[in-house]
Every structure is written in C-alpha cells, then in structure tokens.
C-alpha cells in the first residue's frame, strides 16, 4: 500500500446547497493534507435513493425561520425509489426555487443557483458544491461509476439498479429477491432481473469496506452518524478522524468557500 497519504470523507448529496457537516469534514481534510500532505478524495455516495437526505435548510432573512426546501423530480416513483444520480428534476424547480432564493442567501449563493443547469439530483448538488468552491482541490469518486463498481469488491448486503414501470430504481437484494421499501413494515417485491456489478452499490453497513477496495485511503473523516455504525474492525489500515465540529450542522452552507490550492 502506498505510503503517500490518502485523506477521504463520504457523503450522500446533502442539499443542493451543502449542509455545513460537508463544510465541516472538507475543512478537517484540508488541515489534514496541511499536515500530512497527499491528496483528499471525496467518495460522493450518488447512489442513495432517500430524498429526505437532499433536505436543504436555509433561515429566511426577515424572521431567522428555518425553512425546507427540497428538489421536485419528474414523478412518484423516482421520488422514492430512483438512485440520487439517476432523479430528474422537473422542468419548474428551477425557475422556481430562484425566485424564492434572495429570501434566504446572498448574491453569491444565488448566482451559484442561477448558473447550475445539471439535470440530475446528483449532478445539480455536485456542481453548485463545485461552484462555491468547496470541491477545489479535491478528487470525486462516485458510487455510481460503473468502472468503480465493477472494481469493487464482492459484498453480501447491497442494493441493485433496476428497471420498473418505466424507470430505474433501487431495490434491496434480500435472500435473492429484490424489493423497494414503500415505507413502515410494506414492501414491493419486484420480479427476478439478471444484475451484474455494474449495477450494485453498497447498503451501510458494507459501504466502508466497499468503498475502501476502490480507494485505499489511509484516512478516513467520520461523521457523528457514521461513527456509530463503522466497523473500523474491517479497515485496520485506516486511521479514522471526526469530523471537526460545527455549529447548525443541518443547515445549508452557501456562502463562497476561500479558493485553496492543492498540498
């Protein structure tokens, strides 16, 4: 294994502006590599389905209220089911969203808006974090490459893109069958489908040894939820850091981030 440091944090998109633990864990890597040098990866975990995790909580200026907001996608079945990457935003969400935004953020936060055009979930939150500067520097790896999940290794617990009723969704693999959460203890059972690697991605409780296949990172930056559930025991070689901490972690970060260069 190589010796050069290789600094890594995950995340689901988290909001088409950032929540601030984004903001958090990409400033624990930038001071790593200051101390260490290397190069930080961000492994971007795309393949998610939950539109809960692309919540983005702004304060409205005049009263200091935190308020939701969150994408409109083309239809019910890719709200809740559709992979993050794969979410297509309705043709209105943008106007609309624009025009409530000088609500909540200042010009810089808005011009970002304005001049993302991605039409994705994913893609949209990845070029507005890339806007605001929050990216510079730093290497993405997707979860939703095709090349990275046919490089990884094998896991027991994973979720499998496919189609239904006219879209492509993510259904959890259980004891060989494949089924989509409708929510509390009701699921649908989808036919049998033939799948390759290509179509896999991790569930939680594999995505760190799935993850480290691809990436062989030396560090890896934990956020407060994930260091509850993280099997370090499966990594050895890693040496995991927490996140620094941060104030309103929830809510959305949009104001430019400093333009830093690479250690």
Not at 16 to 21: E, V
Not at 50 to 63: A, C, M, V, W
Not at 192 to 219: E, G, N, V, Y
Not at 223 to 251: C, H, K, W
């Amino acid at each position: 294994m190589s010796t050069v440091p290789c600094i890594c944090f995950g995340q689901q998109p988290c909001g088409f502006f950032p929540r601030r633990f984004l903001l958090a864990k990409v400033l624990t890597a930038r001071r790593l590599q200051a101390e260490l040098g290397g190069e930080i990866v961000f492994f971007y975990h795309d393949s998610d389905h939950d539109p809960r995790e692309t919540q983005t909580i702004l304060r409205r200026g005049s009263s200091g209220k935190p308020e939701k907001l969150n994408f409109t996608v083309a239809n019910r079945i890719q709200r809740k089911w559709s992979p993050l990457y794969l979410k297509r935003i309705a043709p209105e969400w943008h106007a609309n969203t624009l025009r409530q935004l000088p609500a909540y953020v200042g010009g810089d936060g808005v011009a970002a808006f304005q001049s993302a055009k991605a039409p994705s979930v994913a893609d949209f939150c990845l070029e507005m974090y890339r806007a605001l500067g929050l990216l510079d520097g730093i290497r993405v790896v997707r979860s939703s490459d095709p090349i990275c999940r046919t490089a990884a290794c094998d896991i027991a617990d994973f979720f499998v893109d496919v189609p239904y009723e006219g879209e492509t969704v993510r259904a959890r693999h259980s004891e060989g069958a494949l089924r989509l959460h409708e929510g509390g203890s009701v699921y649908v059972d989808l036919p049998p489908h033939s799948f390759s690697k290509a179509d896999i991605s991790p569930a939680r409780d594999t995505r760190l040894r799935w993850m480290q296949s691809i990436l062989h990172c030396t560090h890896y930056i934990a956020g407060m939820g994930e260091q509850a559930y993280l099997n370090r025991e499966e990594a050895p070689e890693i040496t995991f850091v927490n996140r620094d901490a941060i104030d309103r972690s929830d809510e959305a970060h949009f104001e430019p981030t400093p333009r830093t260069s690479a250690a």
